[in-house]
């Protein structure tokens, strides 16, 4: 089975800093998704990045870019240059590529706190 | 971008009880959608998957007896607990992977159902 394993339960960062997130997973497959998404207070999840197994280039949305090492099976988040609003609880996801019925395997999270 | 709704978004029921949560696809057709129950302070977890036209797939350690899911249209799901109790209040949550378009890869959320047993 495969499993996804956030160490970090809470990082703090100041606004304008950056912050790294990390995240290991488990597995024996070789093709799958990475995910990270973001929970603000409202609860409501927050697709922030995706990385496909198969692509070596990193992953980059904005301020947010992963650093993903698949021999290692870590796929840590780097926000840059934090605001206010990046606060909020943040999960490592896991999901085969095998079409829309294969499921999401989440970490436990991280909670991001940022500080002015 | 698509849009997933539940229905309701916050529920207070009696013990004993039985309560219907609704998920929607708003503006795509979804075979599956899945089902997750977050507790305070911790991980989504899966409870089920839903598929249209057939029966549910559980977790291990769910029981498909109380959680009852309908599948039955491509843009509704059902999660009804039955015979609610107090340790079955938790934060549920629906989620859907788009059949088919330029999304089909992406897991689209509902923003959640808060479940009260008293």
């Known amino acids: 089975a495969q499993t996804v394993t956030q160490s970090q339960p809470e990082m703090s960062v100041q606004e304008a800093e950056t912050v790294t997130l990390s995240c290991t997973y488990d597995?024996?497959?070789?093709?799958?998704?990475l995910f990270w998404y973001k929970q603000p207070p409202s609860r409501q999840m927050i697709l922030v990045i995706r990385?496909?197994?198969?692509?070596?280039q990193n992953a980059t949305e904005n301020r947010f870019s992963v650093n993903f090492q698949k021999a290692a099976k870590s796929f840590s988040l780097k926000i840059s240059d934090s605001q206010l609003g990046d606060a909020a609880m943040y999960f490592c996801?896991?999901?085969?590529?095998?079409?829309?019925?294969?499921?999401?395997?989440f970490g436990t999270g991280t909670r991001l706190q940022v500080t002015l | 971008g698509a849009v997933v709704s539940q229905h309701p978004s916050w529920v207070i029921c009696k013990s004993g009880t039985s309560v219907k949560i609704e998920c929607r696809s708003l503006?795509?057709?979804?075979?599956?959608m899945f089902w997750y129950r977050q507790f305070p302070k911790q991980s989504l977890m899966l409870m089920a998957t839903?598929?249209?036209?057939?029966?549910?797939?559980?977790e291990q350690g769910v029981e498909k007896d109380k959680f009852l899911i309908n599948h039955a249209s491509l843009t509704l799901s059902t999660l009804t607990v039955t015979s609610a109790h107090p340790e079955d209040s938790s934060f549920y949550i629906c989620?859907?992977?788009?059949?088919?378009?330029?999304?089909?890869?992406?897991?689209?959320f509902g923003p959640g159902t808060r479940l009260t047993v008293l």
């Open positions: 839903s598929n249209e036209g057939s029966k549910a797939t559980y």
């Open positions: 989620s859907a992977p788009p059949t088919s378009g330029s999304s089909y890869n992406e897991q689209f």
């Open positions: 597995t024996s497959e070789s093709d799958y998704y």
């Open positions: 503006d795509f057709q979804a075979t599956t």
């Open positions: 990385q496909e197994a198969y692509k070596q």
């Open positions: 996801a896991y999901r085969l590529y095998t079409g829309t019925a294969s499921k999401l395997t």
